[in-house]
Structure formats: C-alpha cells, structure tokens
C-alpha cells in the first residue's frame, strides 16, 4: 500500500480500539481523520473533523476525498437497548449512506465482534456459521454487517474477540463482568492484542480481506480463570463440567490462510514483554 495517497477515516477514534490505533496508522505515514463529536481532542498527526452519525449531513465532509473507512464507533455495554441499536445499526447505516453518495469508491472496513456466534456452537465460531444473536450488541452488528454487504461498497468486516493491551483497561475490568455472567473458570475465550489489530487494519486496508468476514484473534484461547489471575483478582475454582466449551472462542483459521499472523501470540507473551 501506498501510505501516502491513502486519506483513511476513523470513526470512533477516542475509544478502547481506535485511540491505540490511529497513532500506529499515523506512524505509518497514513493521512488520518477522526470523526469526533464536540470539539474532541485526537492524537497528534490526525485531523479531527466534527460529525455525528446520528446526522446524515453532518458526514459528508468527513467522507468526502478519503480512500477508506475504518468504522469502530459502537456502544457495548450499556442498559439502554435503544442507544445500542441506534448507534451501531442506524449510526452504521447513514454512515454508508454517505460513503455511498460522496466517496463510493473508498474501502469500508468495519469492525465486528465474536459475540456474534452462538453460545452453542459445536466448534469455534466462523465466518460461515449462521448467526443470529439475541443480545443487542451482536444483534445490531450483525444487522450492521448485512447493510454493508448488501450497500454495493467494497468492504470488509473484522470480527474481533477480547481486546486488551497498551494499557486500555479492560483486562482489569474483565473480573467484574465475569463474576456477573457466571462464567465457567474453564471456559476459554480468544483475545487479540491491539498491536494485532492494526496488522490486521493494514491488511485489509490492503485489499487482502475484501469482501469477507473475517475473524482476527491471537494463537492461543485462554481461561478465565487464568486470565482472571492475570488482571490479579481470583475466582472459584470448579471440576464442574463446562457447558458450552466453544463459547467466545473464535476460529482464527481464514485470518492466517490470508496471511495474518499474530505478533502478540498469546497473553503471556503480553504479560513477558510488559505489554498490557
């Protein structure tokens, strides 16, 4: 890729993914703007350009002369279901709309989650399963998928898992969020350090993940309970058989038959460098 004819829009830059990424594209040479709302600051090197999802003519200048789209602007975890599905299935939606109208050219990557597979799945969630979730984060980003594939863009959608790295918090909050959902300490759940996902990013801003789904994890699944351990709280131990063992495990197989490989292959080596 030619870095410097590429002018890349980044939706959702101040947030867990896209305020570790945008520095790592900027140090690349690539043209960067971030979409803020409210005058938000961006890290140096990007040029921050004011918008909001919510307003369709708010969006054309952001998109206007950019040769791709990397769209993480999402809503998580929130009790408020409306918020979820406006932002990631509506906030999505005029997002190509615009892409469409004022740069249909450009490449539109999008990012995803693993949360989308089935708690039951009999193997490690891919691509070509059938997905339909009950929850309102992956239900609106499978909604949000079928809208860009079906937008007549070219596209490319990241599913990632567990995000952790470069000091983002979250594997510090994880404790908390497990001990709500009961969680089996043997459960095992793929992760993926942000380093990672900016080689992945490049690739696909490549070309090389266009038109696919594609799952984007680390080498190695790790348990709760060890993860748990890790972020330096404890949980109960359990011999209990395990329900669901496939759950929040991704199959990572497609990511490296196109070439991507993990530098960070697994936590511990994070925990060994002192990348967390």
């Known amino acids: 890729m030619n870095t410097s004819s590429e002018t890349v829009l980044v939706t959702g830059g101040n947030g867990l993914v896209g305020a570790r990424l945008l520095p790592r594209l900027v140090t690349e040479g690539i043209n960067c703007r971030a979409l803020v709302r409210g005058g938000k600051s961006v890290p140096a090197g990007v040029k921050a350009v004011e918008g909001d999802l919510f307003d369709p003519a708010s969006l054309k200048e952001a998109v206007k002369g950019v040769t791709a789209i990397i769209h993480l602007a999402a809503v998580f975890r929130s009790p408020d279901t409306d918020l979820i599905w406006k932002s990631n299935l509506e906030g999505t939606r005029n997002l190509i709309d615009a892409v469409k109208n004022h740069a249909p050219a450009a490449r539109f990557l ?4 693993s949360h989308v597979y089935s708690a039951n ?3 490690p969630g891919r691509e070509n399963d059938v997905v339909n979730p009950q929850h309102a984060y992956p239900a609106s980003k499978v909604a949000a998928e079928n809208e860009l594939r079906e937008s007549g863009l070219n596209w490319a959608i990241l599913r990632f898992p ?3 790295g470069d000091g983002d918090g979250h594997l510090e909050d994880l404790p908390k969020h497990v001990i709500a959902a009961k969680y089996h300490p043997a459960m ?3 992760t993926v350090h942000h380093r990672d996902i900016y080689t992945a990013i490049m690739m696909a801003l490549d070309g090389i993940m266009d038109g696919r789904i594609v799952n984007i994890s680390d080498e190695a699944p790790t348990s709760i309970y060890e993860l748990l351990g890790i972020a330096g709280a404890t949980m109960a131990s ?3 058989p395990l329900v669901n ?3 929040l495990h991704s199959d990572g197989s497609l990511a490296r038959s196109l070439g991507f490989q993990a530098s960070v292959r697994t936590v511990y080596q994070a925990v060994q460098e002192k990348l967390l």
């Open 188 to 190: 095992r759940i793929s």
């Open 121 to 123: 799945n009999p193997h």
């Open 110 to 113: 999008f990012a995803s989650t």
């Open 162 to 164: 567990f995000v952790y």
């Open 245 to 247: 063992p496939w759950h």
């Open 238 to 240: 359990s011999s209990e």
